[in-house]
């Protein structure tokens, strides 16, 4: 790969290195490729370049045709799991007895349930994640990570980042490859058109758009790019924290959600997606918007929908099938992104997942059911884990996967604080999805584009936000 070439070229000289990096960091504020500090998250008085790779990362172009194609049926699986009680609850009933987390989503969700929901608009945006498996034989297959069902972010102020790398190749004379690199500008457009789409349907002009955010808002920038869309629409947008949701919103005739005065059509969760994320008065904020005629992104089916539990079960034969009766392609090309997802919950099936696991430790990821990266179990880790859950009901709170050995590459990460070094790195794709379903009506089923992740090899776990990967972009070759 001639990237990889340069790259090799490089590491001989560190002045040139150095100023492409600088002329890089220049043009991603430029483009307000930036984020707000880790020292100080609740201002923008001092902002930097967004974390992100010097050059893009080579992706095979049928396996990024492949993540794109088989999207918009991700995207209706996901809403069909939210619309099965059954099976979630057959699902989930060993992980709601060890996790407790999942619990209580799971209690909201039965409560909700019980009460019939108020609201039959719901907003999917999600991203499902990608790693390409290194076959023995040198080829690479697209197995899937996870899918996100709560809070999927990744795009927003890094939407320009093709800018910048599209220019680093092209001064250093790869000007064939700069047009190797996808276009991303329309994620954030169209992830922000689902949540009009909702608007639209609640149908109330002066209600608004409640982005739920976090209490350390470092992602304020990346929130603010879906906001300006909206606003572009004449969409008015509110932010509000759980704990103020929790004080000071209500719920009104027919259940209408209300704070400040204001009426909420939709409420968008870029939060409550982590256990510390809830107080007990917030667990009851969450109660509250979940039972309002409020259209949700995402509602609590749906959140657990991207449970990891409910991946794991997808992943058993048949299972697939019942989603989509009758159309053996679509089962087919979701199946092919699967890798091995196998379930701890107790009885045979389990203590064969557990045996496999103890043996091979280094062939499996261990997975709570868990988000924001930095939660699973590698190596001799699962080991230590195991032993000690592996006769209890407890074990049922994790499932086992098969490890990805992703292919490598070489890059330079930048990010403020890290030397400047070439390092081995591997890639995670990210495909946006994004529908609205109004009853029984899919009235919205897009895919408004990709993200890519980059880290180093050295890190098992991901996550922009834990400080382990960049943002990227694919060339495609
Ligand atoms: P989270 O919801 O916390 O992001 P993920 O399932 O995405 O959980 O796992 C976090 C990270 O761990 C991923 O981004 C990836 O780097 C690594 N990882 C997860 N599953 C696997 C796997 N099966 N093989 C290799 N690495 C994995
Ligand atoms: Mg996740
Ligand atoms: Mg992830």
Known sequence: MATEAFLQQLMTNPDRLNSLAEDAKELALFHGIITR?????????????????????????????????VQTHYNTLVDKISQDPDFLEEALTGTIQADDFTARLFGIYRQVQQEGQA??????????????????????????????????????TTDHLPVVHRHTLKSVGLLKESESIPDTNSITPGMS???????????????????????????????????????????PVIRRRFEEVSRRASLGDDKKLFIDGLEVAVVYFRYGY???????????????MERSLAVKCPDISTHLAGTKKVQQVLAKPGVLEKFFPGQPQIVEQIRATFTGLYTLDMGPEGDQAVAMALANP??????????????????????????????????????????????TDLNVLLRRGLPLKITSVCCELGICGAYVRHGEE???????????????????????????????NPLIS
């Open 193 to 235: 058109a689902a949540l009009a789409k909702g608007w639209e349907l609640y149908g109330q002009p002066k209600a608004v758009i409640l982005f739920l955010v976090e209490d350390v808002q470092i992602s304020k920038l990346t929130h603010l790019c879906m906001e300006k869309e909206l606003w572009n629409r004449n969409i």
């Open 442 to 472: 899919m009235v919205l089923n897009e895919v408004p584009g990709h993200i890519l992740r980059t880290k180093s090899i050295e890190h098992n776990d991901a996550g922009i936000l834990a400080g382990v990967s960049v943002s990227d």
């Open 37 to 69: 500090t880790h020292e100080t998250p609740n201002s923008s008085e001092v902002v930097t370049y967004f974390p992100v790779t010097l050059f893009p990362t080579p992706v095979p172009k049928a396996a990024f045709l492949q993540a794109l194609a």
């Open 274 to 288: 982590m256990p510390d994320n809830y107080t007990e008065e917030t667990w009851d904020a969450r109660l509250l």
């Open 362 to 407: 280094d062939k499996f990821v261990l997975k709570p059911q868990r988000e924001g990266g930095g939660n699973n179990y590698f190596g001799e880790d699962i080991v230590r884990v195991l032993q000690e859950v592996k006769s209890e009901k407890r074990r049922a709170a994790y499932i086992l996967m098969d490890r990805i050995r992703p292919r």
């Open 119 to 156: 609201q039959s608009i719901v907003v999917g945006l999600n991203r499902s994640d990608y790693m390409l498996d290194q076959r023995d034989d040198g080829t690479v297959s697209l197995k899937q990570i996870e899918i996100n069902t709560i809070s999927a972010a990744g795009f927003g």
